[in-house]
């Protein structure tokens, strides 16, 4: 009896812990439309864990990580918009919201996700939704939403309003193929 | 001098004036048009810093303020032993080097098209570090050195 209740004890831990995914080569781009001027970016290199179980779920990325198409924009956006030497990092803390669907199972499943997202030093609370598709035991995680930049106190000079919007279209596409 | 060889000379004199703003200002123009569209930087002509993965972790662990300072936004030219190769969601290349920490590695993402290239592999890859991410204390997950545009240099 004893024996048998330890191997189910081991089994429970095995499982809980292979709820838990994360990739460290996800990817989070930024588009924003402007009149004079379409600007995006893409960084493919997103840390981001979930656990399956009790939802939460993690990002993180570098803001230097992030490349544009000209030299120039990349160069601003690091030192005059996000000013990544002072704040290098963006991070989002948050929570699948209940029902949380079987992860275990593969298909398609639409959530609601909710957290804190801190960005150029300023956190703020977002909820978005997301599709959550798992196949082979292996979830991706999409997300499409948008920022309003002054949230954030990123200020744009009058001079290039016209070339940036003031709110961005950020998606989000992480594959947690790696597990606990 | 006669009034018209005078107003002859202020004609030509303005002329000239107006012909070097023209010039100055079609030449200001293209550098500026230059500037504006030009691409991103060309790593694989760029000078970098020699570094091996392993020295280049440790940097960032030991002082993280020095390491970003030297290293962060430069580009690397980085070796080491190859952990594990895959590709990501845009079938770029990922290359893990060993850094001498389990679970942690210098994590390069590939300009060029994917290589056949297998765990212990020696390589040298040169690309622009944008520093160390981060980890999961709760998870046990620890934050890999970031190399992105990234190109072989060798891979013996």
């Known amino acids: ?88 990092k963006a991070t989002f803390r948050g929570f699948l919201q209940q029902p949380i669907p079987d992860l275990s199972k593969d298909g398609q499943y639409t959530v609601m996700i909710s957290g804190d997202l801190t960005l150029h030093g300023v956190t703020k609370n977002i909820s978005t939704p997301a599709s959550i598709e798992v196949t082979n035991g292996i979830a991706t995680g999409k997300s499409t939403f948008n920022i309003t930049l002054a949230d954030y106190k990123i200020s744009i000079p009058k001079i290039v309003k016209d070339n940036i919007s003031e709110t961005v279209d950020i998606t989000v596409n992480c594959r947690y193929d790696k597990k606990m | 001098m006669s009034e018209d060889s005078f107003t002859n000379i202020m004609k030509k004199s303005t002329r000239t004036f107006l012909l070097i703003i023209l010039a100055l200002l079609i030449t200001g123009g293209g550098i500026g048009y230059y500037l504006y569209n030009k ?42 032993e190859v952990h594990e190769a895959s590709l990501n969601q845009q079938q770029k290349q990922v290359i ?61």
């Open chain 2, 96 to 156: 893990l080097l060993e850094n001498g920490s389990d679970g942690s590695y210098i994590n390069c993402t590939m300009e060029e098209p994917a290589q056949k290239i297998k765990a212990t592999d020696k390589v040298t890859i040169k690309g622009i570090c944008s520093g160390i991410g981060e980890g999961d204390a709760d998870l046990g997950i620890k934050g890999d050195v970031y190399l992105t545009r990234c190109y072989f240099v060798s891979t013996k």
């Open chain 1, 1 to 88: 009896m004893r024996n048998c209740l330890i191997i189910v004890f081991l089994f429970t831990c095995i499982s809980v812990t292979a709820q838990k995914s994360y990739t460290k080569n996800g990817t989070i781009g930024f588009y924003s439309k402007a009149p004079l001027e379409k600007i995006t970016a893409e960084n493919n290199q997103v840390m981001s864990t979930m656990d399956m179980q009790s939802g939460q779920v993690q990002f993180s990325v570098l803001i230097k990580a992030f490349h544009f198409k000209k030299s120039l924009m990349e160069e601003h956006f690091n030192e005059n918009y996000m000013e990544s030497s002072k704040f290098p």
């Open chain 2, 39 to 80: 691409g991103p930087v060309d790593v694989q002509d760029s000078n970098s810093i020699k570094v091996t993965a392993i020295a280049l972790y440790d940097s960032y662990t030991k002082d993280s303020a020095v390491a970003q300072k030297n290293y962060t936004g430069k580009i690397l030219e980085v070796s080491g």
